[in-house]
């Protein structure tokens, strides 16, 4: 077992050399002990005894090195391995057409191939989505399409999805994908299969914190309406970044020395995110009221604006309700039998 083990902390170092400048010097015969190697891996994966424990064990080792790998990667090493070196222009020429050849070779070297190619053309396609989204997903069509492709590709992962998330490029574009998959109708099984555990892993709290600063405040209202398992690492981001918000008594104002590290968001972002949550349904709006007030009461229950952060959400959460509540009053019944048939 500790030998099994010991082999499975080899592939994390044999991925990374293959996304690196070492291949530089690689020939032909260096592509094809290290495609052995990945022959090897997938062989390691097909020996694992069925324990769970086992595959815990084999998890963390494999983790061991921080590179967020899992059982699926040691699985479908070939074509990882395959797609990095594929992927790097460092590669000489001489190396890359003897990763074609052995690539090609075999009764299943076409299907091989075409699993690659379809993998880089989804990784390309979803680089091509705007810089900034709009207010809602639906109102993106590019960002919509995206998301659709993910869970298209989710879905021909066959329990693997975990290693097309990690292979995938994460950052802006990835993100959008997501929170649009996550987002759209018919889609919800594979995303809550998939995506959610994917953003809500433990070890990858910088990611989620990413992927929400990326979304404008109504994707974000909209997924945690959607997903409930998002609402409480949601709200608790949003705690993280009203405390460190502070008070300018000679501007009259909040604000936040440390927005260009990602560790807050100015007054006015988080002020329209936490008004856009409680907008939304229920049992969201209250638990995000409740919240408030639990802050609120920790910072010292004060009723002054300029005081806490907490109390001057809460207040101009009360104001908005209040205006919503006027405007009602004020729409002519005609207006009013108008609305509530939206």
Request: contains cysteine; proline residues 8%.
């Amino acid at each position: 077992m500790e030998t099994l083990l010991s082999q499975a902390e080899l592939l994390p170092s044999l991925l990374a050399a293959s996304r690196s400048g070492l291949v530089r010097g690689w020939d032909a015969a260096a592509v094809r002990r290290a495609l052995s190697w990945g022959r090897f891996f997938q062989g390691l994966h097909a020996r694992l005894p069925p324990e769970r424990g086992v595959w815990a064990s084999v998890e963390r080792r494999l983790r061991s090195r921080g590179a967020p790998l899992g059982l699926g990667h040691l699985k479908r090493c070939p074509e990882l391995l395959g797609l990095a070196l594929l992927e790097n222009r460092a590669l000489p020429s001489e190396a890359c057409r003897a990763l074609l050849r052995a690539l090609l070779h075999g009764e299943d070297g076409e299907l091989r191939a075409h699993r690659l190619a379809r993998r880089k053309a989804a990784a390309q396609l979803l680089l091509l989505l705007p810089s900034a989204p709009p207010s809602s997903p639906h109102e993106a069509p590019p960002a919509r399409a995206q998301g659709q492709l993910l869970l298209a590709r989710l879905r021909e992962e066959g329990g693997e999805e975990g290693a097309l998330l990690e292979q995938l490029p994460c950052g802006p574009a990835l993100h959008r994908a997501v929170a649009a998959a996550l987002l759209e109708p018919g889609g919800e099984a594979e995303a809550r299969a998939a995506l959610l555990p994917w953003l809500l892993q433990q070890q990858q709290q910088p990611r989620l914190a990413a992927f929400f600063r990326l979304l404008p405040a109504s994707w974000a209202a909209s997924l945690c309406s959607r997903h409930p398992e998002l609402h409480a690492p949601y709200l608790s981001l949003l705690a993280a970044w009203g405390s460190r918000l502070r008070y300018d008594p000679l501007r009259g104002e909040w604000g936040a020395g440390d927005l260009e590290e990602g560790a807050a968001a100015p007054w006015q972002e988080v002020r329209e995110r936490v008004g856009c949550l409680c907008q939304g349904p229920e049992p969201l709006r209250s638990a995000v009221l409740a919240q408030l007030r639990d802050l609120k009461a920790q910072d010292g229950g004060f009723e002054v604006r300029g005081l806490s952060v907490w109390t001057d959400l809460l207040l101009d959460v009360q104001a908005s309700a209040c205006k919503e509540k006027l405007l009602a009053r004020s729409l002519p019944p005609a207006a009013k039998s108008f609305e509530n048939l939206e």
